[in-house]
């Protein structure tokens, strides 16, 4: 499974992005895919995720009512929309996807076997 990510850049306080993650090489038919993101000097955190089948999602508390995550199951595409950024948004997201994993496992990172390159999110205030 390859992994592509595309969409971040530069965005003052309060604006909108849209990260998309297409996923090559195979078909999903289950588990997930999820965001994360890595600020300079922290760990890499979980952001959002979506079941494959069914489309539930999970996100983090602090980007809960701002950030939205869906999937295109024809283009094995998922995207993360992002609202009311905040300076504390500021990181590089990854994107991941683990095609065998349980409901459990959403929001680990160490359950995930495929991860994108990563794409740059700057927001200033």
């Known amino acids: 499974v390859q992994l592509q990510a595309s969409g971040g850049g530069l965005v003052q306080a309060g604006g909108s992005l849209r990260l998309s993650c297409a996923a090559s090489g195979r078909t999903f038919s289950g588990g997930h895919m999820a965001w994360f993101r890595q600020a300079p000097g922290k760990e890499r955190e979980f952001v959002a995720g979506?079941?494959?089948?069914?489309?539930?999602?999970g996100y983090a508390n602090s980007v809960k009512d701002r950030f939205t995550i869906s999937r295109d199951a024809a283009k094995t595409t998922v995207y993360l929309q992002m609202n009311s950024l905040k300076p504390e948004d500021t990181g590089v997201y990854y994107c991941a996807a683990e095609p065998r994993g349980i409901l459990s496992t959403l929001r680990v990172a160490s359950a995930y076997h495929y991860w994108g390159q990563g794409t740059q999110v700057t927001v200033s205030s």
């Open positions: 979506i079941r494959w089948s069914g489309g539930s999602t």
